[in-house]
C-alpha cells in the first residue's frame, strides 16, 4: 500500500501560539482606535455622504433628492464667494507663515544658550484658545483703540478700518494668523538642526557664499519639513473658522458695522447652512466638495514633491 506523505504549501506558514497570542494583544490595544474611527469618523462621513443627496432638516426625515444640493452648489453664489475668500486667505497665510517661520528659525539657530527660552515663547501662542486668539485680535485691530493702529499712528501713519473696511478685512484676518506659527518655526528649527554641518565646510571650500549654501545646501536638505508645513498649513488655512467667526460672527456689534461677505470663509458659510438655517443636506454636499478639493490639491503636491523634496538616503 503506498503512502503519500503531505508537502507543506510553499508561502504559507502556520503562526505559533505565541504569534497567534501577540496577533490577538496586538487587535485589543488597536481596538479603541478602530472603534473611535467607525464610531467618529467613517460612521460620521458616511452619513454626511447620504445626508447630500437628500433634503434634511433635522426636524423631518430626511427626503431623497439625488444630485440636487451638488447643482445647487455649483450656481450659488454665496458658495464661490466663500471658496473664493478661502482660496485668497490661503494663498496669503501659508507663503507668509513659512517665510517668516523659516527666517525665526535661522535666527534661533544663532541664539545659542538662550534656544531654549525663545523656543517656548514662539510656541506659547499656538496653546492659547482660537476663541480667545479672535477676541483678542478683535481688540488689537480696532480702529479707534486698536493696539496696532495706535502703534502706526505713532510714525505719522493713519491705521486702516480693519475690522470694517471690505478691503481690510482680509489683510487683518491673515496678520491675526500670524500669531500661531510657533508650531512651524520649531519644525524647520529642528530640520536645520539635522543639517550636517560638514556640508556648509564643504560648500565653504568650494568657494560658496551665504545665499548659495542657503540655496544649494540649507534648502535641499530642509525641504521635507517645508513640504511637510505646505500640505498641513494649506488643509489647515482651507477648513479656517474659529477665530473669524469669533470676531465677525460671534460679536453682535462688529456683525452691525460690516458687508460679512467679506468675512464669510467656505466652513462658516457651511457652518450657516447647517446649523443657522438647517440646511444638512446641502451642508453636507458642501463638505463633501470641501473634502474633494483639499485632496485634489494635496495629491497635486504630493506628486510635484517627487521633483522638489530630497529625502535623505534615497537615490537620485
Given at each position: 500500500m503506498a503512502t503519500t506523505v503531505s508537502t507543506p504549501v510553499p508561502g504559507r506558514r502556520r503562526r505559533t501560539p505565541l504569534a497567534r497570542r501577540e496577533a490577538r494583544w496586538a487587535y485589543l490595544f488597536l481596538a479603541p482606535w478602530i472603534v473611535g474611527f467607525l464610531v467618529f469618523q467613517a460612521g460620521p462621513m458616511i452619513a454626511s455622504a447620504w445626508l447630500s443627496l437628500t433634503e434634511y432638516d433635522v426636524l423631518n426625515p430626511p427626503r431623497y433628492t439625488g444630485l440636487d444640493n451638488y447643482r445647487e452648489l455649483m450656481t450659488d453664489p454665496q458658495v464661490a464667494r466663500s471658496l473664493g475668500n478661502t482660496v485668497y486667505y490661503t494663498a496669503l497665510h501659508v507663503p507668509?507663515?513659512?517665510?517668516?517661520?523659516?527666517?525665526?528659525?535661522?535666527?534661533?539657530?544663532?541664539?545659542g544658550r538662550l534656544q531654549g527660552f525663545f523656543r517656548t515663547v514662539f510656541y506659547l501662542p499656538v496653546m492659547t484658545p482660537a476663541v480667545a486668539v479672535g477676541i483678542l485680535f478683535l481688540l488689537l485691530l480696532n480702529t479707534q483703540d486698536g493696539l496696532i493702529n495706535r502703534g502706526l499712528a505713532l510714525v505719522g501713519v493713519e491705521g486702516p478700518s480693519w475690522t470694517t473696511d471690505p478691503s481690510w478685512v482680509m489683510p487683518g484676518i491673515v496678520l491675526m494668523s500670524l500669531w500661531s506659527l510657533g508650531s512651524t518655526v520649531i519644525i524647520y528649527l529642528a530640520a536645520l538642526q539635522n543639517v550636517p554641518r560638514d556640508l556648509y565646510e564643504a560648500a565653504s571650500i568650494d568657494g560658496a557664499g551665504g545665499w548659495a549654501r542657503f540655496r544649494h545646501v540649507t534648502l535641499p536638505m530642509i525641504s521635507g519639513a517645508l513640504f511637510f508645513t505646505l500640505i498641513v498649513n494649506t488643509i489647515a488655512s482651507l477648513q479656517m473658522f474659529t477665530e473669524v467667526y469669533t470676531m465677525y460672527f460671534g460679536n453682535r456689534e462688529t456683525q452691525n458695522t460690516f458687508n460679512s461677505d467679506a468675512a464669510t470663509f467656505y466652513v462658516i458659510h457651511l457652518f450657516q447652512e447647517a446649523f443657522q438655517f438647517l440646511h444638512m443636506g446641502f451642508a453636507s454636499a458642501m463638505a463633501w466638495l470641501l473634502f474633494v478639493i483639499i485632496m485634489v490639491i494635496t495629491l497635486v503636491q504630493v506628486k510635484l514633491s517627487n521633483r522638489f523634496v530630497y529625502y535623505e538616503g534615497e537615490d537620485q
Open positions: 507668509l507663515v513659512m517665510v517668516i517661520s523659516l527666517g525665526l528659525a535661522l535666527l534661533l539657530k544663532r541664539v
